[in-house]
């Protein structure tokens, strides 16, 4: 039987097998392309009798590999892609099965009849959300697809890559020791305690994700940066665009091309349509019911009544969150208006009537108030135990997905007629409740009026007798604006214009999410605590007008294994691709001109030149994330781990390939603390082949 092992690298491509000596014997090849129109057949026809790699597609040719890498190179207007994208298959990238597939079938060829291959696949990374099971399926699938002019086929499997480089280089330490294989604060997002600071959101909190769902927060991920960040501004949200800052290439769903996608904040463009998911009506979920539990009259027994939602019990909640309070004194709920809000002050005294069979009492409160109170102890404990918050600040008890959209109107009709504004040719909600901020947002949109959002910050106040009262919080405002309105929000929506009309239209709805563009995007240095989130089933969530990824090409791949089984495993997506990008934008210059010049780099030396200092900075965080995630591995295995000996760790892969790479990280891995006792760190002589020739390993251990 052949035996094969294959390192499917972001940059490099390395497969490995035995000479006639039974020595190891390597193939490489660049994981790159570049993209040639084949407007002129002379030209591709002149790179292929030169040898270059090429692949024809659709009136389209690609040149591979390294050659790809020297025309980009010496001709900058040239655009150097890659199949792989943080150390997996790049999805955004449409010809990458093809375009690896003939890379990976050139390489492994020839095979015999019986072929039995082992693959590295990573570990899912810890810093940014990667689909490292759809990488391992596409790998898989173009190795399955292999065929030799023979009709041979072969046997693949996977294997971790941090875990190939143990069996490759710590077979003599039967094979234990490590392996490693090289939103700003401030950003608002939307959460269940209203518009927050991505900062200040807590595990448990709950998130809109892309899919228009509430989903719980697993795990809120801090982390120091400093490099290059993302600014953008958007239509529709016209404060300070200092919160929308993103770093280490986060990823945003963007419509491009008809099509929803993850694309990353370097590689957006102004004009991109970017949007917040809308919660949408969930037909299956269980009718909003309220329990209201009270004596009646003096006697002992409790009675329970239960009161399902109707479009009017929704107006009434709204009336509450907009001007409602529960006196628990007096034992009843009661609402202000302005005397002359006659049709409001009769539409809540109709509802209670209606639905609870209660009267309503009025009393004056001051020279233009009207106080509503309906005393009841019942809906009284309802109203405080559900529509406050711990801090008794207000919110909504339900997800509006529980409502149809006629509820959805009503709700929001309260809401504007006790603490909103009808304008000539808008209507707006303004609070400093960010909760029933989100709230009016999220049922603007759910009636198909994309409307804008907008803070100011705290404001002083004097009252007519000169005393001087201080604001605290922002006030925040949510506007729909129409060509045609009325006295009534009813009569209004009925006939707001909502052509979705780009050219005239700031904001507009489509495809379920309320939509605007990018109108400027500026790059700035930033050094300092950055946020991620965790988020259930969806690796998602949202803010004003953005919907962001869990998120920053290469991977850092670690594994901790003792006796060749993997006490712990993980990746970090910042490595030698990142660096490339992350130099390149701080110096003005591609990411293949930086990637040229690394090897002439020495991390040892003091930089002279603005690369060699671009370049030393991305390595050295990459270093402290690495060593941060060792720690981080340690302190939440599984298993407890000990050992009596000094533990190895090889470094190894292109990204290991610079100059003083190992002497660096030597250093920082022995500066912190850890379970075991750092032994030698081993730099491989052919750094670049040991995942590749530990995949063989574990292919021919596998096939003994």
């Known amino acids: 039987m052949l035996y094969l092992g294959y390192d499917a690298g972001t940059y490099n491509g390395v497969c490995a097998r035995r000479d006639a000596n039974q020595d190891f014997a390597y193939k490489r090849e660049i994981n790159a392309f570049i993209e040639i ?5 002379f030209t591709f026809n002149m790179m292929k009798s030169a040898g270059i790699p090429l692949i024809e597609r659709d009136n389209v040719a690609y040149a591979l590999g390294e050659a790809a890498v020297n025309m980009a190179y010496t001709l900058p207007t040239l655009e150097l892609k890659r199949p792989m994208k943080d150390g997996c298959v790049n999805p955004q990238e449409r010809d990458a099965f093809q375009i690896m597939s003939v890379m990976m079938h050139s390489l492994i060829d020839p095979v015999e009849k019986e072929t039995l291959l082992y693959y590295c696949v990573p570990a899912d990374a810890v810093n940014k959300e990667t689909d490292a099971d759809y990488h391992q399926k596409i790998v898989q699938a173009i190795f399955d697809n292999f065929e030799s002019d023979e009709g041979y086929r072969i046997i693949s499997r996977p294997i971790n890559e941090a875990l ?49 769902r509430n989903r719980q927060v697993t795990n809120v991920i801090t982390k120091n940066f400093k490099g290059v960040a993302t600014k953008i501004q958007m239509q529709g949200y016209s404060n300070d665009t200092k919160e929308y800052k993103f770093v280490d290439n986060h990823e945003l769903y963007v419509k491009r091309e008809g099509e929803w996608k993850w ?18 009506s969930n037909s299956n979920s269980k009718k909003i019911g309220i329990n209201i539990c009270e004596k009646i009259t003096s006697s002992p027994t409790i009675h329970k009544k239960r009161y399902e939602s109707t479009p009017s019990l929704q107006r009434l909640f709204g009336y509450f969150l907009g001007d409602g309070s529960v006196n628990e ?18 539409d809540v005294k109709e509802i209670i009537l209606r639905v609870f069979d209660k009267n309503v009492a009025e009393t004056e409160k001051g020279e233009n108030c ?15 135990n559900n529509f406050y918050d711990k801090n008794k600040v207000k919110l909504y008890p339900w997800d509006i997905s529980r409502l149809n959209n006629n509820e959805c109107l009503n709700l929001l009709v309260g809401m504007i007629r ?75 929506i009925d006939n707001l214009n909502t052509e979705n009309d780009r050219q005239s239209q700031k904001m507009f709805i489509e495809d379920g999410f309320c939509c605007t563009t990018i ?69 003005g210059e591609s990411p ?113």
């Open 263 to 280: 694309v990353g904040c370097e590689d957006l463009v102004v004009g991109d349509v970017v949007g917040e998911p809308i919660v949408s």
């Open 164 to 212: 190939a480089l143990v069996y490759a280089e710590l077979a003599t330490k039967a094979f234990t020791g490590i392996g490693i294989s090289c939103l700003c604060p401030g950003t608002k997002i939307y959460s269940s305690d209203g518009i927050v600071n991505i900062e200040d959101v807590k595990i448990g909190d709950y998130v809109i994700t892309h899919k228009g």
């Open 519 to 587: 109108q400027k995007i500026e790059y700035e240095d930033y050094e300092g605590v950055v946020y991620d989130l965790q988020v259930d089933e969806d690796h998602s969530f949202s803010g004003p007008f953005l919907t962001i990824h869990n998120c920053g090409a290469g991977m850092v791949n670690v594994c901790y294994a003792m006796y060749g089984n993997p006490i712990f495993k993980f990746a970090i997506v910042n490595s030698g691709d990142w660096i490339d990008k992350q130099a390149a934008k701080a110096i």
């Open 329 to 346: 004194s007096e034992g009843c709920i009661q609402f202000d208006f302005a005397k002359h809000e006659m049709s409001n002050i009769k």
């Open 370 to 384: 009207i106080r509503l109170k309906c005393y009841s102890r019942g809906l009284c404990n309802y109203f405080m």
């Open 592 to 704: 293949t001109f930086v990637n040229k010049q690394k090897m002439k780099v020495s991390l040892l030396k003091e930089p002279t030149t603005l690369v060699e200092r671009a370049i030393q900075t991305q390595y050295n965080l990459m270093i402290e994330r690495t060593v941060k995630g060792i720690m981080d591995g340690f302190a939440n295995a599984n298993k407890t781990v000990r050992s009596d000996t000094p533990v190895d760790i090889v470094v190894a892969g292109g990204t290991s390939l610079i100059h003083g790479f190992r002497d660096v990280f030597d250093k920082a891995i022995r500066q912190v603390e850890l379970p075991i006792t750092i032994g030698e760190v081993i730099q491989p002589a052919d750094a670049l082949y040991s995942v590749a020739r530990g995949c063989l390993i574990a292919a021919e251990a596998a096939g003994k």
């Open 37 to 41: 129109p084949l407007e002129n057949r």
């Open 418 to 492: 006790s603490d909103g504004t009808n304008h000539k040719d808008s209507v707006v909600f303004s609070n400093t409740n960010t909760r029933l901020i989100s709230l009016a947002k999220q049922l603007f949109s759910r009636l198909g009026y994309a409307a804008s959002i907008s803070y100011r910050e705290p404001r002083t106040h004097t009252l007519e007798d000169g005393r001087v009262i201080a604001g605290k919080l922002q006030e925040w405002s949510v506007c729909a604006a129409g060509k045609k309105t009325e006295n009534s929000l009813v009569d209004y």
